[in-house]
Structure formats: C-alpha cells, structure tokens
C-alpha cells in the first residue's frame, strides 16, 4: 500500500521537492510530450499529497481552496509513475486528496480539468462531467465536479 503524506510547501525538504518534480516532468512532459511550464508558480499556494512506495515518490496531487484555482476546491497535477499504475494508486492518490480536501477546507465540492480520456476514472470516483470538451496544453480536457 502507499504511504501517503500531505504537506504544505514550506514543509518540503529538497531532495523531496526534487522527487516531485520529477515525477511531474517525467509524466506530464515527457511522458505526455507536451511542452509546457509545469513550475507555474502556484506550488507555493497547494497542499501537496503524496504517495510513497518504499521511500520513492510515485504517486502526487496537489489540492487547492475554493478561489485559489477554481470557484470550487480543486485537485490537479494527478501523477502516478508509470511502473505504479497497474496496483490503483491513482484511486488511492485521488481518494486521499478528496479527503485532504474535505479535511482542510471544509468543503465537498471540488472541480478538476480532467485529461478526456480519463473521465471514466474520475466518474468512478464521484465526478461528473461539465460543460464543453476542451484543449488544455494541446490535449483534450473536461472540466468536472464532485459535489
């Protein structure tokens, strides 16, 4: 199982910021092939959850207050490293920050821009749908809600 931690920024060490930026490169710019800055200045904002496997980072979010990213609570950067995803870390990374959420901001409601071809995941977790389809970073999103 996933020892899961949740900090904020300040609370990071180096070497552990490190690993979770690499894991984000790793995923959303190499892996994904898509150009884009993911150290955007908003890190300094979130609560960051993270899940390790023997002392290695492979699974993050961070989670946001209403008003920071969204209207509503939101949770983004969903990262599981790739040699991972085949236990369900991802549900167990996401149901970790829905509580996170739900524990620190006092909230139930909580949007995301989910990645199109992962709306079944995010269904299966409580979210639905909103709105149009859209690009973000040249890969097709929706926008949904738990509530």
Known sequence: MLDIKVKNFKEFDIEELYNVLQLRSEIFVVEQDCVYQDIDGKDSKAIHVIGYKNN??????????????????????????????????????????????????????????????LTKFYTDLGFNATG???????????AMIKK
């Not at 949770?75 to 549900?91: L, N, P, Q, T, W």
């Open 56 to 117: 290695s980072v492979v699974a993050y979010t961070r989670i946001f207050k209403p008003g920071d990213y969204f209207d509503q609570a939101s949770i983004g950067r969903v990262a599981v490293h790739k040699d991972f995803r085949k236990f369900g870390y991802g549900k167990v990374i996401m149901q970790a920050s829905i509580d996170a959420v739900e524990e620190h901001y006092n909230t139930y409601e909580i949007k995301i821009s989910a990645q199109k071809y």
């Open 132 to 142: 149009e389809e859209y690009l973000e970073d040249g890969i097709p999103h929706i």
